[in-house]
């Protein structure tokens, strides 16, 4: 069984990486989701703090920018998702903004429900490769003692 237990140790082993690479990736989602919280958060600051005429930054991407002066901003066209806008009062656009957070704030617990899932799966499996060493660590001290013993016995 020596080189039985040594191949499930191999593969406990390598449930174990295959677990922590999942949550390192869950991990970056959530940053992700926390990264857009971060964005609308913003965008609803500017909404309640900007007036119509208020000089903008607008980026034109590439890392660009160009001033602009607000012309209404009860004109704001807010992305609902799915390629899809739409043009909302203020009131209304910060009210889709907070909804969206609302949806994050939801994918953000499940994905970290997920983590929990498999850290308890982690510690089940380290506990099972704990246990197995343990048990080919008492095979080769039986074993040595055993060939000890031989030995003695041949004498």
């Known amino acids: 069984m020596g080189g039985g237990g040594q191949q499930q140790l191999q593969q406990l082993s390598q449930e174990l990486q295959a677990i922590d690479e999942e949550i390192e990736e869950l991990e970056a989602d959530i940053s992700d989701l926390e990264d857009e919280k971060t964005e609308i958060d913003e965008a609803v600051e500017a909404l309640e703090t900007l007036d119509s005429g208020s000089t903008v930054q607008v980026p034109l991407g590439g890392g660009a920018y160009v001033r602009a002066e607000v012309q209404d901003i009860d004109e ?3 992305s609902l998702g799915g390629n899809y806008a739409a043009e909302r009062e203020r009131d209304g656009a910060i ?17 970290e429900g997920e983590i929990r899932e498999l850290e308890d799966e982690s510690e089940e499996v380290e506990q099972q490769a704990q246990e197995l060493q343990q048990r080919l660590q008492q095979q080769q001290m039986q074993q040595m003692q055993q060939m000890q013993q031989e030995e003695g016995d041949d004498e």
């Open 76 to 78: 704001v066209v807010v």
């Open 95 to 111: 009210e889709t903004l907070r909804s969206k957070q609302d949806s994050l704030d939801e994918r953000i617990a499940g994905v």
